[in-house]
């Protein structure tokens, strides 16, 4: 997953991703099936997993091989703080 340019988009409630290979030079699209009209930020962690923060519909993680993204809860259920506002991601 190093060596490579990740690029998001996002319209019509569907954020996709394309990662150009530099060794190969080469596009691939990623179906993400997440619902946002704008991804933020993206990062890559040690785990070679995709972050996706959005703005307005949270933070998302890939698993290993990118085919499932997953909606990260920041704030717990017991929690007396409004979920609401940790939804639009500025920074990863």
Do not use: P, Q
Not at 8 to 26: Q, R
Request: without cysteine; charged residues 20%.
């Amino acid at each position: 997953y190093r060596n490579k340019i990740w690029i998001s988009t996002s319209g019509l409630n569907n954020t996709k991703l394309f990662e150009y290979d530099y060794s190969k030079n080469t596009i691939e699209s990623i179906e993400t099936h997440i619902i946002s009209e704008f991804s933020k930020k993206l990062f890559l962690d040690n785990s070679h997993r995709l972050w996706v923060g959005t703005w307005g519909s949270g933070v998302y993680r890939s698993n290993d091989d990118l085919s499932r993204f997953d909606k990260i809860k920041l704030v717990s259920s017991s929690s007396t703080t409004i979920s609401a506002n940790y939804n639009t991601i500025l920074n990863i």
